[in-house]
């Protein structure tokens, strides 16, 4: 059996070394969306189970002013559109309630 070239062994190296950068890009990533998701889940979560009514207003309200400047997709718009329309609704239906 003959022995690897240096040049080979190199070439072999910078393979390993081409593979883990991408292994560990890809770990990145998913860490990144998986953070995303789990503030993501947070909010939701205080939106939904108000222990501190007050808190959940000022969230949402934040969330109402800030969310239609980040949102720059159609699509995106629209799986927040619930979010982003729910307090006028609610307070239609409240102040139709008390006439």
């Known amino acids: 059996m003959a ?3 240096i040049e080979q062994r190199l ?3 910078e393979a ?6 991408a292994r560990l890009s890809k770990q990145e990533r998913s860490n990144d969306t ?15 189970n108000a222990n ?9 309200d934040w969330l109402r002013r800030e969310l239609p400047g980040f949102l720059t997709r159609d ?3 629209l799986l927040f ?18 006439q």
């Open 52 to 60: 501190d009514p007050e808190f959940t207003k000022r969230l949402g």
């Open 11 to 13: 070439a072999e190296l």
């Open 81 to 98: 559109d619930d979010l982003l329309t729910t307090p006028t609704t609610q307070e239609g239906n409240s102040s139709e309630a008390a």
């Open 3 to 5: 022995r690897k070239t």
């Open 16 to 21: 390993q070394r081409s593979a883990l950068r």
């Open 34 to 48: 998986r953070r995303k998701v789990l503030l993501g889940a947070l909010v939701l979560h205080r939106l939904e």
């Open 75 to 77: 699509a995106d718009k």
